[in-house]
Structure formats: C-alpha cells, structure tokens
C-alpha cells in the first residue's frame, strides 16, 4: 500500500517533486562527503587508533523556565469526527520507518551500503534517493495540508540545507566518539548508537518545524522515539555540539532555546546518556 502511493505521487506531482532535489543540494551533499577525510579519517574507513581532537568544555545550561498553569492552553477539538479537517484522508502505512532509513543512506552513505553515491561522478544516484525521500515526506505531509505547491516549496527549503546539516550531524558522530572511550571506531557510533539516530531525525524534523509543517515532524520524532526509547520534541532546537571535555564523558547535545511555541527550555543536565 506505501508503495502503491509513493507511485502515487510521483504520477501525479512529478513535475512539482522534480524542483524539489535541486543541483545545489547534490553539490552541497558531494561537498559535504569530500570533506569527510578531513574532519576525521573514521569517516571513510575503519580507523583503530583514537586520534584526540580539540576539546572545549560544555557549555553552562540555562535552567528551565517556570512553567504555571496559566501558560499551558489547549486548541478546542471538534466533537464529530466529519467536522475533522483530516476526515476521510488517508495516512501513509507506519509498518516500517521510511524515512529513517533513507537518512541514514543520504547522511553517512559509506556506512549504509551507497558507497557510489558519496562520489561526485554518481550525482543521478543521489538524486534518485533524494527524490525518493521526498515522495516519502510528501506523503507524510500532504495530509495535513492538501496543498502539493505548499509540501514541494517546503521540501525544497528542507533539501536545500542537508548540506549544512549533515555537518552537524559529523560533530555530533564525533562528539559522542570522542566522549566515550569504549568506541573504537566512527562506525561504531554511526550504526549503533541509538541518540545519534535520534538527533538525527530530530534536526530534520526540527527543519521542518520551524517551516510552520503541521503535525508531520512530531509523527517523525514520534517514530525516532519508537525505535530508539528517546523522545526529543521537534520543537526543540539543538546547538552546535561541542567536543566534550574529559570530565564530560557522555556528550548531549545542549538545548539552546524554548522547546515548544510557548518559550519553554530543556536543561540537559542529568540526561547526558542520550547519544549512547
């Protein structure tokens, strides 16, 4: 049935899903996997030795706001279904988590089984699995909006940054392999370290977010939470993550601002088990 509709939609907004993978974003991506060796050799092959790198303390985290229960207000809900604006849609099947799997074939496709796409020479390869990514996430969110233009202008903005994200989504692989000793190798974190799929999803979804998407990035950061057992609001924004000092074995990513519409922060400390 998933498949039945990715077909689906490729037939019927081909020429809108064509604009979405653009040539910049495949040169950005390419750009991203050259750099790959300098930013640290794991990225390209198992490396045994753990070479330190820069280390800088966390930051201090702001305490939480107060939340009173003045702050906290609910959206009326309709009492008949059919007055539902989701009345009678269908919903994408969530047997499997699509997405997830195709992130981490576009991000770190050296460890995924898509070695060719991470060479310049292969760029149809890498449009073929972005344009197949973004039937999935079209699906996903053409229910809540009804308006193929709207979905494809916001994936368009979401595929334009991958670039700059996957380079977060780096210092976060080597910001947990440098906070624990027991990781040998980039690999190791990359297929096994059950945060790091979860930061992952989570940026993407917090991307979408802050494009004003309906529903669709806590349905993703819902699945993340299925899979992993960690449960991050797409509303939350995530800093850039330093290297951890040695003090700080167990690096998380820090909260920077409100988690939610309404201002409220995330202290991370006490949670710094999430990346492993």
Not at 222 to 237: F, K, M, N, Q, S
Request: glycine share 6%.
């Amino acid at each position: 049935m998933q498949e039945g509709r990715q077909q689906l939609c490729h037939i019927r907004f081909a020429p809108l899903l064509d604009s979405v993978v653009t040539d910049a974003a495949i040169s950005d991506l390419h750009k991203s996997y050259k750099q790959d060796k300098q930013n640290d050799p794991g990225f390209t092959t198992l490396n045994t030795e753990r070479v330190p790198t820069g280390l800088t303390p966390m930051p201090e985290v702001q305490p939480a706001k107060e939340v009173k229960p003045s702050d906290l207000t609910l959206s009326p809900k309709p009492c008949d279904i059919t007055q539902s604006p989701f009345y009678n849609i269908t919903f994408p099947s969530r047997s499997t988590f699509t997405e997830c799997d195709l992130l981490n074939q576009i991000f770190f496709p050296r460890f995924w089984n898509c070695h060719p796409m991470a060479r310049a020479e292969n760029k149809p390869l890498l449009r073929d699995k972005l344009m197949t990514l973004a039937c999935v996430m079209f699906n996903g969110i053409y229910p809540y909006c009804q308006d193929a233009e709207k979905v494809t202008a916001v994936l368009a903005q979401l595929f334009a940054g991958f670039g700059r994200l996957r380079e977060l989504i780096k210092k976060d692989v080597l910001a947990a392999y440098q906070g624990d000793p027991a990781a040998k190798f980039l690999a190791e974190v990359i297929r096994c370290y059950p945060g790091l799929t979860a930061v992952m999803v989570q940026r993407v979804a917090h991307e979408l977010y802050k494009l004003n998407v309906a529903v669709y990035p806590r349905e993703l950061c819902e699945l993340v939470h299925r899979y992993t057992a960690i449960d991050i609001h797409p509303g939350a924004e995530i800093g850039e993550v330093p290297l951890p000092s040695p003090l700080h074995h167990f690096p998380l990513p820090f909260w920077r601002s409100g988690a939610r519409s309404n201002g409220l922060n995330l202290s991370t400390r006490g949670l710094g088990f999430l990346l492993q």
